[in-house]
C-alpha cells in the first residue's frame, strides 16, 4: 500500500501541494480530480519520486520511498507522465522493451521477450511492433508508452493525464485496459483525470484537490454529486445516472 | 538498409586503411627513426578521436541536444585562457610551461572547473529554449576570447610565437611525455563509461522516463559531465583544441546509424573521428605538405556543418 503523510511543495513563493496526507488502496483505480493549478500532476510526481517533497513523506509497504534502491522501486511502481517527446527513433517494441531495464539492465532475457510479446499483446500492439514511434498518431503512441509500464511488470501503475490529447474511442480504450489491470492482474492504478466523467465511471475511488489541499477522499459514489463537487469546483454540477453511471452535465452550469 | 554491425565494420575498414597508409606511406629518412616517430602520432590521435567521440555522445545525450558540445560551450576557449595567462603573467620560461606534466595538470582541473561551473547554470537555465544557451555559450567565449586577445597583443611577440605553437592543435609535436598518462586517464575514463552505455540508452528517454525504470537520474548526470569534461580536457590538454571534431563526428554517427543503442553510436562515432583525424592528417602531410594544420581543415569543414545543423533545426521548429 502506498501511504501519503504530510506532503507539501513549493515553487518559490507558490505553494502548490500543501500537507496532504491519504491512502491509496490496493488492486483499485484512484483518480486525482481537481481544477486547474490544484497540485494533481505534482502530488503524483513526488509520490513517484520524479520531484522531491519539501516536507512529508511517502510510504511504501511502511518503507520510505527516498530510502528505497531505486531499480528496486522501478520494479514495484511505474510511473508515466503526459509530456513523452522523444528525440531518437525507436520502433515500439524497442520502447516496451525498456520496460524491462530493471530487471534486464539492458540484456533482454527470454522472460523478458515474454513479458515485452504480453505487453504488446495486452495493448493491441502487436501488428505495429516493428513501427517507428514517430510513425504513429497520438493514441497509437500513448499505447506504445502503456505498453512500456506494463511490461515493467509492477504493483503500482501511476498515470498523468494519459487521456491528453486522445479522441473519445482512444480515451474509452484506454480507461478500459487500466480496468482490466485492475480486474485480472490485480494491479493498482492512479490516474490524474481532466474529465470528470471518465474519473466516475472508471474509477473505484477518487481524490480531489483544490490549491494544493486535499478536499475530498472516498468511494467513487461518494464524490461524485453536486455538494461535494460544488466544494471541489466551485460550481453547479448536476449529477445524471445514466446506465448506472454518474454523469456529471456541467455544460450549461451557472457559476 | 544496411545492418548496423555491417556499417561498423565498414567504418572500421576504412579506419585501419586511414591508419595503414599514414604508418607507411612514403616512409622516408630512415624507417627506424620515423615509424616510431609516426606511431606516437597516430596513437595519439586514436586517444584523442575516441575521448572526443565518446565524450561528445555521451554530453549530448544527458543534456538531450544534439548542437551543444562541451567544445562548443567553450572548455577549448579555457585551455586558451590557462596557457594564455601563464605566459602573460609568468613568462615561457617559468616551471608551469617548461614542465609538461605540472602544465599538463593546471590545463586539465581548470577545464574540468569551468566546465562544472557552466554545467551549473545551465541545468538553472534547462527551461529556456536551445538559443538562449547558445547565444550564452557564445556570449561567455567571445568575452574570454578578447581577454585572450588582450593579453596576447601586449605580451612579448617572441613569447607570443611560442604561445601561438601551443594554441593550435597539432599531432606533429605531440608531447610523447603525456602520452602515456593521457592514455591512463582516457582508459580509467573508458572502463567506467563502457559500463554506463545501458544506462545511456535510457537516459535518451528523457528524464521522467529515466528515473521511471530505475536510473538515479541527476547523479548519473553530474559523473557523465565530469566524465566527459575530463575525456575532452585530457584530448585538449594532449593535442590544443578541435572545437568542431565532436560535433561532426556525433551528429554523422546519429544521421548514418540511426540507432539509440549507445555502444553502436559511441563506436561509430570513435571510428568516425579516428578516419577524420587520421585521414585529414595524411591529407595535411601528403596533400597539403603542412602547408596547413588538421584543425583548420576540420573547423571549417566542422563549421558549415554547424551552420548546416543549426539551420535544419530551425526550419523543423519552424
Redesign the interface.
Same mark, same amino acid.
Given at each position: 500500500m502506498i501511504e501519503i503523510k504530510g506532503l507539501s511543495k513549493s515553487f518559490g513563493k507558490k505553494t502548490v501541494v500543501e500537507d496532504v496526507t491519504l491512502k491509496i488502496q490496493a488492486k483499485a483505480i484512484t483518480s486525482f480530480i481537481g481544477p486547474n493549478g490544484a497540485g494533481k500532476s505534482t502530488l503524483l510526481s513526488m509520490v513517484s519520486r520524479l520531484l522531491d517533497a519539501d516536507t512529508g513523506e511517502v510510504l511504501l509497504d511502511q518503507s520510505d520511498v527516498k530510502k528505497m534502491k531505486s531499480d528496486s522501486f522501478a520494479k514495484r511502481v511505474a510511473i508515466l507522465k503526459q509530456t513523452n517527446h522523444l528525440n531518437i527513433r525507436l520502433s515500439v517494441r524497442d520502447l516496451v522493451s525498456f520496460g524491462r531495464y530493471p530487471y534486464s539492465k539492458g540484456r533482454l532475457n527470454e522472460e523478458d521477450h515474454k513479458f515485452v510479446d504480453q505487453a504488446l499483446e495486452y495493448m493491441n500492439l502487436t501488428d505495429m511492433q516493428d513501427k517507428f514511434l514517430d510513425e504513429l498518431s497520438g493514441g497509437q503512441k500513448q499505447r506504445a508508452f502503456i505498453s512500456m509500464v506494463i511490461a515493467q511488470d509492477t504493483d503500482y501503475i501511476l498515470l498523468d493525464e494519459p487521456l491528453n490529447n486522445l479522441d473519445m474511442k482512444h480515451s474509452v480504450q484506454i480507461m478500459k485496459i487500466l480496468r482490466k489491470l485492475v480486474d485480472e492482474l490485480g494491479k493498482t492504478v492512479v490516474i490524474v483525470l481532466h474529465d470528470i466523467n471518465f474519473a466516475s465511471v472508471y474509477s473505484d475511488r477518487i481524490v480531489a484537490l483544490k490549491n494544493g489541499r486535499l478536499v475530498k477522499d472516498g468511494p467513487t459514489h461518494e464524490i461524485i454529486n453536486s455538494t461535494a463537487l460544488r466544494e471541489v469546483y466551485d460550481m453547479d454540477i448536476p449529477v445524471q445516472v445514466q446506465d448506472g453511471c454518474r454523469i456529471c452535465v456541467y455544460f450549461n452550469s451557472h457559476n | 538498409m544496411r545492418k548496423n554491425s555491417t556499417k561498423l565494420i565498414i567504418l572500421a575498414v576504412i579506419a585501419i586503411i586511414c591508419m595503414l597508409l599514414f604508418a607507411f606511406y612514403n616512409i622516408q629518412g630512415g624507417f627506424s627513426y620515423a615509424f616510431p616517430k609516426r606511431l606516437e602520432r597516430l596513437f595519439a590521435m586514436v586517444i584523442t578521436g575516441t575521448a572526443i567521440a565518446y565524450a561528445t555522445v555521451a554530453f549530448q545525450t544527458v543534456t =538531450?541536444n544534439?548542437l551543444l558540445t562541451p567544445s562548443v560551450m567553450g572548455i577549448d576557449s579555457m585551455y586558451e585562457i590557462v596557457q594564455t595567462i601563464i605566459y602573460f603573467a609568468l613568462g615561457s620560461s617559468s616551471i608551469f610551461v617548461v614542465s609538461r606534466y605540472l602544465n599538463f595538470g593546471v590545463s586539465i582541473i581548470a577545464m574540468v572547473l569551468f566546465a562544472l561551473i557552466l554545467y551549473r547554470f545551465l541545468f538553472r537555465a534547462d527551461k529556456h529554449p536551445i538559443f538562449l544557451l547558445l547565444l550564452a555559450g557564445m556570449i561567455i567565449g567571445t568575452l574570454l576570447g578578447s581577454l585572450v586577445t588582450f593579453m596576447q597583443v601586449i605580451i612579448d611577440p617572441v613569447e607570443y610565437e611560442s604561445l601561438q605553437a601551443r594554441l593550435f592543435a597539432s599531432f606533429m609535436n605531440v608531447k610523447t611525455e603525456l602520452l602515456f598518462i593521457s592514455a591512463g586517464i582516457v582508459i580509467l575514463a573508458f572502463l567506467y563509461g563502457t559500463r554506463i552505455? =545501458?544506462k545511456l @540508452?535510457?537516459m535518451?528517454?528523457?528524464? @521522467?522516463?529515466a !528515473?521511471?525504470?530505475? !536510473?538515479?537520474y541527476d547523479k548519473m548526470v553530474l559523473r557523465i559531465l565530469i566524465l566527459s569534461s575530463i575525456l575532452i580536457a585530457v584530448a585538449t590538454a594532449l593535442v590544443g583544441p578541435i572545437t568542431f571534431l565532436g560535433l561532426i563526428v556525433s551528429n554523422l554517427a546519429y544521421q548514418y546509424f540511426?540507432?539509440?543503442k549507445h555502444w553502436v553510436l559511441i563506436v561509430g562515432a570513435s571510428l568516425i573521428s579516428i578516419i577524420a583525424l587520421v585521414g585529414g592528417q595524411f591529407l595535411v602531410l601528403h596533400v597539403f605538405h603542412l602547408t596547413t594544420t588538421i584543425s583548420v581543415i576540420i573547423n571549417f569543414i566542422g563549421g558549415l556543418y554547424f551552420i548546416y545543423l543549426l539551420l535544419k533545426e530551425s526550419r523543423k521548429a519552424g
Open positions: - | =538531450h544534439r552505455l =545501458h @540508452d535510457v535518451s528517454l528523457g528524464r @521522467d522516463n !528515473i521511471n525504470l530505475g !536510473i538515479n540511426a540507432t539509440y
